[in-house]
């Protein structure tokens, strides 16, 4: 968000690096009836797309 002051609690922070370090941050997640539509961000910086059932979501 543009010219948001809003910082990161210890905790985000933390979950935050360990996204990193795994190689991807989730950026958005649409719900649907059958799967989840996960949107997230690749350590390239590219942007990815992947359908998760409730199952592998959780």
């Given at each position: 968000?543009?010219?948001?002051?809003?910082?990161?609690?210890?905790?985000?922070?933390?979950?935050?690096?360990?996204?990193?370090?795994?190689?991807?941050?989730?950026?958005?997640?649409?719900?649907?009836?059958?799967?989840?539509?996960?949107?997230?961000?690749?350590e390239?910086q590219?942007?990815?797309?992947?359908?998760?059932?409730?199952?592998?979501?959780?």
């Amino acid at each position: 968000m543009a010219g948001n002051s809003q910082k990161l609690n210890e905790g985000e922070l933390a979950l935050y690096s360990m996204q990193l370090s795994a190689g991807y941050v989730p950026v958005g997640v649409d719900l649907a009836a059958r799967v989840f539509q996960v949107c997230y961000l690749t350590e390239k910086q590219k942007i990815k797309n992947k359908a998760l059932s409730r199952e592998a979501f959780l």
